[in-house]
């Protein structure tokens, strides 16, 4: 997954469940305050979905820590992809699959590290045309997520601070 949004989403996570264990019954709190840590694990996990390309095929999972927990990721050998199919998102985007000949339809990754690099890669290898894939969404809209998520952060720790003042 790209860093910015790998950032992005792991910012979002924090900046939205950071203060509350704070606001929290006091009965709650000690759940609260276990349920953040356990939460950010598995935000961390679901983010740390790579993407391989090599001689024998493209592989998509998570690394070995959190595969057990996760179970997704897939390998299709060169040699069995045989189309990309278009399917419009209800967001008004396209992502595309990985059609192979036994008619198994795998997501095409879109949010990876230097896409364009990885879809000259991946044209190359598979001898699919990737002119029209683009990405599912610019990274203006990531850009500017991770301001409004650094800026909520900011927000909250400068409430604390005046808290802790306070008290």
Do not use: K
Not at 51 to 72: F, K, N, T, Y
């Amino acid at each position: 997954m790209a860093p910015l949004i790998r950032f992005t989403l792991l910012a979002l996570y924090l900046a939205l469940v950071l203060p509350l264990p704070l606001m929290a019954p006091e009965a709650l709190r000690p759940l609260m305050l276990a349920a953040v840590p356990l939460g950010l694990v598995l935000v961390v996990a679901i983010t740390s979905e790579r993407v391989e390309l090599d001689d024998s095929g493209i592989r998509v999972g998570h690394p070995p820590w959190c595969a057990w927990l996760l179970r997704r990721g897939w390998h299709l050998p060169w040699s069995t992809i045989q189309s990309l199919t278009p399917v419009g998102t209800s967001q008004g985007g396209r992502v595309y699959y990985v059609r192979n000949q036994g008619g198994g339809a795998f997501l095409l990754p879109q949010r990876v590290e230097r896409f364009e690099a990885f879809l000259e890669d991946f044209a190359v290898r598979s001898g699919l045309d990737t002119s029209m894939v683009a990405r599912i969404s610019p990274p203006w809209t990531y850009r500017l997520l991770a301001l409004l998520c650094g800026l909520m952060l900011a927000g909250e720790a400068i409430s604390l601070a005046f808290a802790m003042a306070g008290d």
